[in-house]
């Protein structure tokens, strides 16, 4: 199983990004996926997870500015952030449990800063 996460980078705050990932290795249409977050110093957290039919739950944190979504089609997840936040600068790891084995990408950077 790969995971590739894309879309990171510097946006000022109450900007937006989408962050993308590509999943590969596993039958796609069948699995949760996530996005989980790690600030520096601080322990890996969800932010947010799609069940493989659709359902949706995020973090209080992120209720009303995040959506995550997916793409059958694709094999791709999305988490869309709007109205970023500092606090919400830090590495963003897709995630997905296959056959029992937890797996992540390497990471992408969201940094929120003027």
């Known amino acids: 199983v790969q995971l590739v996460e894309s879309g990171g980078g510097l946006v000022q705050p109450g900007g937006s990004l989408r962050l993308s990932c590509a999943a590969s290795g596993m039958i796609f249409i069948d699995n949760a996926m996530a996005w989980y977050l790690q600030a520096p110093g601080n322990q890996r957290e969800l932010v947010a997870r799609?069940?493989?039919?659709?359902?949706?739950n995020y973090a209080d944190s992120v209720k009303g500015r995040f959506t995550i979504s997916r793409d059958n089609a694709k094999n791709t997840v999305y988490l869309q952030m709007n109205s970023l936040k500092p606090e919400d600068t830090a590495v963003y790891y897709c995630?997905?449990?296959?056959?029992?084995?937890?797996?992540w990408g390497k990471g992408t950077l969201v940094t929120v800063s003027s």
């Open positions: 995630n997905t449990m296959w056959w029992g084995t937890n797996y």
């Open positions: 799609i069940t493989r039919d659709g359902s949706t």
